[in-house]
């Protein structure tokens, strides 16, 4: 005579795998969710300096170049050279420092160094900033780079992040 024996499994039931299986996939929805949701909040910071004063003052081939706007972007941005036609600012006027404020506040005297040729302005998100370039045409260090009355020239504020902000100025 064959005993058969029956061996009893125990086995979780198809429902309970299934409500765990769902549990599981929405738990790691969420974490992906926040994980995703972290990520982009870093990436989508941006800086972006408004340039809405620009104009010249001065004659006699000596003016004022006046600029003033506002860092309407998310993230802080420093301003770190300033080009004057596509020619670093300080290759003009080696032993001028343009004066600068922030927030109306004036720029302390570490902000701009001659010697390296180093520009750093801080200009914190929502602020809003000016600047003023002297330049001269008795005093520039560039051949063939002169200035004159009703000449357009190009002013570009470039910033740590490498973006360009471009304003045109009509010499009076």
């Known amino acids: 005579m064959t005993t058969s024996i029956i061996r009893k499994r125990k086995a979780v039931s198809p429902v309970i795998a299934t409500v765990i299986l769902i549990a599981v996939a929405v738990a790691l929805g969420i974490a992906v969710a926040f994980w995703a949701s972290g990520l982009t909040s870093s990436f989508s910071k941006y800086e972006k300096l408004g340039v809405n004063t620009q104009y010249a003052t001065g004659s006699g081939g000596v003016w004022t170049i006046n600029l003033g706007g506002q860092n309407t972007g998310s993230s802080d941005a420093t301003i770190t050279q300033i080009q004057v036609n596509g020619v670093p600012y300080i290759v003009y006027n080696s032993s001028v420092v343009p004066t600068c404020t922030v927030n109306q506040v004036s720029c302390s005297g570490t902000w701009y160094t001659l010697n390296s040729n180093s ?14 370039l002297k ?7 560039v051949p063939g780079k002169t200035f004159s009355s009703g000449q357009t020239i190009q002013v ?15 010499l009076p």
Do not use: C, E, W
């Not at 330049?135 to 260090?141: F, R, S, W």
């Not at 570009?156 to 009509?170: D, E, L």
């Open 135 to 141: 330049l001269d045409n008795t005093q520039h260090m």
């Open 119 to 132: 520009l750093a302005i801080s200009v914190k998100s929502g602020q809003s900033f000016a600047l003023a």
């Open 156 to 170: 570009t504020i470039i910033t740590a992040a490498g973006n360009n902000y471009p304003a045109s100025i009509v």
